[in-house]
């Protein structure tokens, strides 16, 4: 969710300062090689050949409008670098915290940018309402046939027509853990949804005092979406995806069985005061505690796991190992039994306004397994992975970068994009939010679905 | 854009913007005589006049219209936004929490204010004590938010307390607890960071009055035995009223609008939303123009009487 977005985005600076100056110092050496290249007829690369088709758009302006802002946005800006080279032309980079925002009214005011790089397919949707997005250029659903499962062709589709290619990927169903912990408490990682409770059992009943679950749902007016990625995680698990398509489209109500059973599964885990919150308080301080936050006593050793997505690998302190023999490390959050492998998720989709050649040119190199390698070489720090199955596993620094490609491109995952971010917006990010963290502070289930269901826009 | 161009741009319009005075003055300054006069005056009120509408009454009738119509703007819906406001459970605790804020807020700052500016009148540290209440006023209300949320920080029993006032429960032997949680006091919390602020507003304009009380006057009502609480209440309050109305009034009317406070802190959640949040929110989040038209509506209605009572009051004393 874009908000969700942003919060990773400020969050990542302590531990991407760090790997900036990487990406300043290795992403030089090898752009300046490719820019080399350029400079000595740079369209006669062979791999330019599929932007270079579009005509001659030398000197032309690109304007990319987006939510991703520092000190995320030096990768991607660097991963245009091989684009320009090419084309000559160039690529104006407008990040802005408010995006999710200002891009409707741009577009509703009739000032939209050539490219929205948009975070959630329901945000989507209202800027194709907008009646100014354009389709891509044929190149780019060959592209995405080519490179992404149907899923992600699915969420950038609109009304049966496909609009946008999909970008980065985050995976949401990680479980964070201290490898160390787990080995001197003779723990091993669980593979079903059981042996993760009788996991959480034994954490609890140890003696030792420490809480097995550490949580955080605060995040500014967006408090409360942690609380919907648990519970859609459940969704999947307990419901499969089938059911769970229905409930994010609202074939069946809020407050039907099946999502009053996921977010009472959430419970027996948020709200049980014998299972939270580890060196942060009882249940409800889950509410008061920033979801930055939520993590951290894993570190002092005063919890034993949090559930958060890929993206919280920027909220570890400079310093901490992030691998599977490091401080902490992330486990995949286990399905019912062995043989399924439901994956909750997100990412960010290209959305064009603009079908001038060099737009359309820029479109295509963003949908291609160039991009894609071109980006994971620009961020050395990791923080980055995409479903893209043209990129390649070698190109990724980072243990957990690694992890979530592995989860990603496992032929037995059946992906499923975050709910919340398909809702309507009245639902995903307001009374989704809302009632999630009332639910959290002492509201019944029965209650919270009723009144999410109440919210949901009727036309 | 690089730098070099916002600044042409902005040199440009302030060029372009001082030509147009010119011409304007240039062709008025033709026409003279008692005609003249009126065409001069009508022209020099016509920019304003211009921009108000663009600007301002434009803007207000478009969201007036907006008020009646649904989430998507497209079809009207009657006063249907306005019925959701006063029914449902969650709109209603949102009017519970601005009727506590403009209740409380204009006349405990004021009280303050008042209190504070009696007590360091002609006190020899007057103006450090002055200074001291009105710094806040140099604060932002986010700044100020983000100072209080760091006061009210919660951590557990045991654990190494970083906000103020847990601490100090601590240190007392009583057990810290979840200020910004608890619905209603929660929004009680949140009032006392706008008082901090507005106290030294209420103090400074107080002061100013009570200064302007003729000393003669003072010292008639010495004469005639009047000292102490008496002297405040029939000499020191009556002649400071024009100015206690107006601070008043200028606090309720910001305190109506508060956002920035409640958005910092809670962002609307525990219970503690106000119609200036729910407004933002509802428009720019949920995507329900219509409501969140008929909530700015609605803060517009309340507003309007205090301001009708402010200028009725600012055209009685003049």
Redesign the interface.
């Known amino acids: 969710m874009g908000v969700r977005k942003h919060k990773s985005a400020a969050a990542v600076a302590g531990l991407a300062t760090a790997g900036l100056l990487l990406t300043a110092c290795g992403g030089s050496s090898s752009s300046s090689s490719a820019a080399g290249g350029a400079a000595s007829g740079g369209s006669a690369n062979p791999a330019c050949a599929p932007y270079t088709a579009f005509g001659d758009i030398k000197g032309k302006q690109i304007s990319v409008y987006t939510g991703i802002v520092a000190p995320e946005d030096t990768a991607q800006i660097n991963s245009y670098k091989f684009f320009e080279n090419c084309t000559g032309a160039k690529v104006n980079y407008e990040g802005n915290k408010d995006f999710e925002?200002q891009v409707l009214v741009r577009a509703k005011a009739g000032n939209p940018p050539n490219i929205a790089i948009v975070p959630q397919p329901g945000l989507l949707k209202?800027l194709v309402a907008t009646g100014k997005a354009v389709e891509p250029p044929a190149q780019v659903g060959t592209n995405v046939d080519k490179f992404w499962a149907k899923d992600w062709k699915k969420y950038g589709t609109v009304d049966g027509k496909f609009y946008s290619a999909p970008l980065g990927a985050n995976i949401k169903s990680l479980v964070w853990y201290s490898p160390q912990m787990f080995k001197d408490a003779g723990l091993a990682v669980p593979t079903t949804l059981d042996e993760l409770k009788s996991l959480t059992d034994k954490i609890a009943n140890d003696g030792k005092g420490v809480k097995p679950w550490c949580a955080g749902i605060g995040s500014?007016?967006?408090?409360?979406w942690p609380v919907t990625d648990w519970m859609e995680d459940f969704m999947l698990r307990l419901s499969g995806p089938d059911t769970y398509d229905k409930w994010v489209s609202h074939a069946i109500p809020f407050n039907a069985p099946e999502p009053t059973a996921a977010l009472d599964a959430v419970g027996q885990y948020l709200k049980n005061p014998a299972y939270v919150n580890g060196?942060?308080?009882?249940v409800?301080?889950i509410?008061?505690t920033t979801f930055q936050d939520g993590g951290q006593p894993i570190l002092q050793g005063q919890c034993y796991m949090h559930r958060q997505a890929s993206f919280y690998a920027a909220n570890w302190p400079e310093g901490t190992k992030v691998a599977p023999d490091g401080d902490v490390f992330a486990f995949y959050l286990p399905a019912k039994d062995a043989t399924t492998k439901p994956v909750l998720g997100a990412g960010e989709f290209i959305l064009a306004f603009s079908n001038a050649p060099e737009v359309q040119a820029f479109q295509t190199y963003l949908s291609s397994d160039t991009w894609a390698n071109e980006k994971a070489k620009a961020t050395p720090g990791g923080g980055w992975v995409s479903a893209n199955k043209g990129l390649q596993r070698s190109n990724l620094t980072s243990p957990i970068d690694q992890l979530s490609y592995d989860i990603l491109q496992d032929p037995k995952a059946v992906f499923r994009f975050d709910g919340s971010d398909q809702m309507?917006?009245?639902v995903g990010?307001?009374?989704f939010w809302?009632q999630a963290?009332?639910w959290i502070?002492g509201q019944s289930t029965k209650d919270t679905v009723d009144?999410i269901e109440a919210a949901w826009?009727k036309? | 854009m690089s730098y070099v161009d916002k600044f042409g741009q902005m040199f440009f319009a302030i060029g372009l913007f001082v030509v147009i005075v010119a011409l304007v003055l240039l062709a008025v300054g033709r026409i003279g005589g008692f005609r003249g006069d009126r065409i001069v005056g009508r022209t020099f009120v016509a920019p304003t006049l211009i921009m108000l509408a663009i600007g301002l009454i434009y803007p207000a009738v478009l969201t007036i219209f907006q008020s009646f119509k649904d989430a998507s703007g497209n079809s009207f819906v009657g006063l249907a936004n306005f019925k959701f406001i006063f029914t449902d459970s969650d709109e209603l605790i949102t009017l519970r929490n601005t009727a506590i804020w403009t209740l409380l807020t204009p006349f405990v700052a004021t009280f303050i204010g008042l209190i504070y500016a009696v007590l360091i009148d002609r006190a020899r540290i007057e103006s450090y004590a002055k200074a001291l209440i009105f710094l806040p006023m140099a604060i932002s209300f986010v700044g100020a938010s983000v100072i209080w949320k760091f006061v009210y920080d919660y951590r557990p029993p045991g654990a190494h307390q970083i906000g103020l006032l847990n601490q100090i429960l601590v240190w007392l032997g009583f057990a810290p607890q979840q200020w910004l949680l608890n619905d209603p006091l929660n929004t009680l919390f949140l009032i006392v960071v706008m008082i901090w602020i507005q106290s030294g507003f209420a103090m400074t304009l107080l002061s100013a009055a009570i200064k302007n009380i003729p000393e003669d006057m003072i010292e008639a009502a010495r004469l005639d035995g009047v000292y102490g609480i008496r002297m405040f209440r029939y000499i020191t309050i009556p002649s400071i009223r024009p100015t206690l109305v107006v601070v008043l009034t200028t606090i309720s009317i910001t305190t109506l609008k508060v956002f920035d406070i409640v958005r910092t802190m809670t962002g609307g959640s525990f219970n503690t939303s106000v119609i200036a949040n729910d407004f933002y929110s509802q428009s720019f989040r949920a995507g329900n123009q219509g409501l969140g038209a008929a909530l700015a509506v609605l803060l517009f209605v309340l507003v309007i009487p205090i301001v009708v009572y402010n200028v009725r009051q600012m055209r009685a004393s003049a």
């Open positions: 925002a209202q500014g007016e967006a408090t409360g060196g942060l308080g009882d409800k301080s509410a008061s309507p917006a009245a990010s307001n009374a809302k963290t009332a502070t009144k826009p036309s």
